[in-house]
């Protein structure tokens, strides 16, 4: 790895849901995640029980960022889940195919040839 970090993590936690028992002890899997990924010198966001635009705005706001400085990338998602790629937000649900588009290389160009790294953790 060539920068000063090796790159932008993303852990998305949703434990509440509108229709769904609240997920418990994922709280701290954050917070420890976290921690390792900090200490590894990754920037690092953490968002909360995100409904589904605001997933999706995530999803688009770090595929639209300069990632140039950065050697790769690592998304995290824990939340519920089920068969078919379906990933559960606080208000519905989304197909997480639709939602990687955003980081092929013809869309997010600054991580071309880079590694994608996406870890899915869902019940």
């Given at each position: 790895?060539?920068h000063?970090?090796?790159?932008?993590a993303v852990?998305?936690?949703?434990?509440s849901?509108?229709?769904?028992?609240?997920?418990?002890g994922?709280d701290?899997?954050?917070?420890?995640?976290?921690?390792?990924?900090?200490r590894?010198?990754?920037?690092?966001?953490i968002?909360?029980?995100?409904?589904?635009?605001?997933l999706?705005k995530v999803f688009?706001?770090?595929s639209?960022?300069?990632?140039?400085?950065?050697?790769?990338?690592?998304?995290?998602?824990?939340?519920?889940?089920?068969?078919?790629?379906k990933?559960?937000?606080?208000?519905?649900?989304?197909?997480?195919?639709?939602?990687?588009?955003?980081?092929?290389?013809?869309?997010?160009?600054?991580?071309?040839?880079?590694?994608?790294v996406?870890?899915?953790?869902?019940?």
């Amino acid at each position: 790895m060539s920068h000063k970090s090796p790159g932008k993590a993303v852990i998305v936690n949703n434990v509440s849901f509108k229709w769904l028992r609240e997920r418990k002890g994922s709280d701290k899997d954050t917070a420890d995640l976290g921690n390792a990924l900090q200490r590894l010198r990754f920037k690092t966001e953490i968002h909360k029980d995100l409904n589904r635009v605001k997933l999706q705005k995530v999803f688009t706001d770090v595929s639209t960022e300069d990632h140039s400085d950065c050697d790769c990338l690592i998304f995290c998602i824990m939340t519920h889940g089920d068969s078919g790629g379906k990933i559960h937000c606080t208000d519905g649900s989304l197909h997480l195919d639709d939602l990687m588009q955003d980081f092929k290389g013809d869309r997010c160009k600054s991580l071309a040839g880079k590694p994608k790294v996406f870890v899915i953790q869902v019940k």
